[in-house]
């Protein structure tokens, strides 16, 4: 096991535009989290899954982005009609049980422009 | 209301000079504190977990203590590869999830 993948590492995209994130978490973990991150902040808090379950969601996220996780494995993250405030480290974690912490993919890097 | 809360923002220090960051919290029913490195355009990368006031972990140079109030990560004789974000993360009774501090950008001067 090579840990949580994150593709792609990089995304500049065009306002208005639609992108997608994938997150492959480690593969015994049944939690996975989406986080955002941006300069000199620390990571906020986006979505949970447990298993294909989405079991909370962030006042952070809009009508504008979703998330899926498909039978419990990989998950996407998709973000509709980007806009310049999307610009962001997207991150995803995942871990086994409630109080391990987390193990975090290497994240996306979006830009919007 | 901010429930984690890290300082100094930022640190400089000369290669083999001492110190300490501080994470302090407010919420209720602390379940785990997690510190977390983290390098430029990369993700947090996990350090240690502390459960309960009085504990301590090791870790090289690092060294994380908790009190019922707040955390320490203490670095004694760093090196320039130390340079890094440090995050403190709190995971508490009534959350589903882990919450971050704004971390502390440190910096080693060779």
């Known amino acids: 096991d090579t840990g949580v993948s994150q593709d792609p590492r990089h995304k500049i995209t065009k306002r208005g535009q639609n992108v997608t994130f994938r997150c492959d978490p480690i593969?015994?973990?049944?939690?996975l989290y989406w986080y955002r991150q941006t300069l000199g902040q620390g990571p906020e808090f986006l979505t949970y899954f447990q298993n294909e379950a989405q079991l909370e969601k962030s006042r952070l996220l809009s009508d504008r982005f979703s998330a899926e996780r498909p039978k419990g494995s990989f998950s996407t993250l998709e973000i509709q009609r980007t806009e310049q405030g999307d610009s962001a480290m997207y991150l995803c974690?995942?871990?086994?049980?409630?109080?391990?912490?987390?193990?975090f993919g290497s994240g996306t890097r979006l830009t919007v422009v | 209301e901010d429930q984690v809360t890290q300082s100094p923002e930022a640190l400089r220090l000369q290669e083999g000079e001492s110190s300490s960051l501080n994470c302090s919290y407010t919420?209720?029913?602390?379940?785990?504190l997690f510190w977390y490195r983290q390098d430029p355009g990369k993700g947090p990368e996990f350090l240690f977990t502390?459960?309960?006031a009085g504990e301590e972990k090791e870790k090289e140079r690092l060294k994380a203590t908790l009190t019922k109030k707040e955390s320490f990560l203490h670095i004694t004789a760093p090196k320039p590869e130390d340079s890094a974000t440090y995050l403190c993360a709190l995971y508490y009774s009534s959350a589903s999830k882990i919450i971050f501090g704004s971390g502390t950008r440190l910096s080693i001067r060779p």
């Open positions: 502390l459960y309960s």
């Open positions: 919420v209720s029913g602390l379940r785990g």
């Open positions: 974690a995942s871990r086994a049980r409630d109080r391990d912490g987390y193990t």
């Open positions: 593969s015994e973990h049944n939690r």
